[in-house]
């Protein structure tokens, strides 16, 4: 089991910078990946950025290029998602989640993650 905690959500202005932090504890021994997601109402969750737990192997969305930087600190066994240059159309719920390394599935699809945090609000307004 894995537990994540995401933090960091908030109301910013266009062009504005916000970090998000994910917390993780539990089993986390063995290689994973984790993920970061994010939905808007009325639309699908969609894939942001993932990173290889061990190996600090990135793998962004569309979204994300050019803009968000995923990282994670191993001392505090937490990731992190940084968004720069904020757009009114980032405004979602942002989820991390986590599955294994080895495990099936695309790391991309939602459907491949196992765990997920409670998620934190991004809100990109003026």
């Known amino acids: 089991q894995v537990q994540l905690v995401e933090s960091g959500g908030g109301l910013v202005q266009p062009g504005d910078s916000l970090r998000l932090s994910c917390a993780a504890s539990g089993r986390t021994s063995s290689d994973w990946v984790l993920g970061w997601f994010r939905q808007a109402p009325g639309k699908e969750r969609e894939f942001v950025a993932a990173i290889s737990w061990y190996s600090d192997s990135p793998w962004y969305g569309e979204p994300a290029k050019g803009r968000f930087t995923i990282a994670r600190d191993l001392t505090k066994n937490t990731g992190y998602l940084q968004m720069n240059r904020l757009k009114p159309e980032d405004t979602a719920v942002y989820y991390c989640?986590?599955?294994?390394?080895?495990?099936?599935?695309?790391?991309?699809?939602?459907?491949?993650?196992?765990?997920w945090g409670q998620g934190t609000q991004v809100t990109v307004s003026s």
């Open positions: 989640a986590a599955k294994g390394a080895d495990s099936s599935g695309s790391i991309v699809q939602s459907t491949s993650y196992n765990f």
